[in-house]
């Protein structure tokens, strides 16, 4: 069977949205550093909008996923151009972190600084990180890839209950949730 370019697709497009969202939060930060309110409300508001439509593409991601996995069989196999822009589609999706996350902050006792949760998850997913995932991300390039990816993913664990909310800035902390999750997984 064909490799799943949708799901690539689906990729692609978490990954421009995130983009766009780290570009807002970036004029945010700019408009409220020059006390500009207004267009700091504007910054909030259309990263607001932006961050509900990537949740609902990421709901659509998952509804595919759950269609493609009944393996349709295609009677002829047929050639596709490909765009070379389908290439940001192999870094490592966002739910591939989501375990290594939560284990990771049991291994820290239960908190620790994004510093050393991500450093863990690092060496936990080394055999998966690929080559794309250690490059720089466009918008800041002293940033790799796969640690901006392991961030949405722990702010989809937030909405999940899965890790608290109510952290101090700059520490992640697993939840009870977080926790029975973890042992459920086991």
């Not at 961030?151 to 902390?173: A, F, M, Y």
């Amino acid at each position: 069977m064909q490799k799943n370019e949708v799901n690539e697709a689906f990729e692609i497009l978490l990954e421009e949205l995130e983009v766009v969202i780290d570009l807002l939060n970036e004029a945010g930060a700019e408009a409220f550093k020059k006390s500009d309110y207004e267009k700091v409300k504007e910054s909030i508001e259309r990263a607001t909008q932006i961050t509900e439509f990537r949740e609902k593409v990421k709901s659509l991601q998952k509804e595919w996923a759950n269609l493609y996995s009944v393996r349709l069989e295609h009677p002829k196999k047929r050639k596709r151009k490909t765009l070379r822009k389908l290439s940001k589609g192999l870094r490592t999706p966002e739910d591939a972190f989501r375990r290594p996350i939560l284990e990771s902050l049991i291994e820290l006792g239960g908190s620790a600084p994004m510093k050393e949760v991500l450093d863990l998850v690092e060496k936990k997913m080394k055999g998966i990180l690929n080559e794309y995932d250690y490059q720089p991300l466009p918008s800041d390039p002293k940033s790799k890839r796969w640690r901006n990816t392991a961030q949405w993913c722990r702010n989809t664990l937030v909405r999940e209950g899965l890790l608290k909310s109510d952290s101090p800035h700059g520490i992640w902390e697993i939840s009870n949730k977080g926790r029975d999750e973890v042992f459920k997984l086991s």
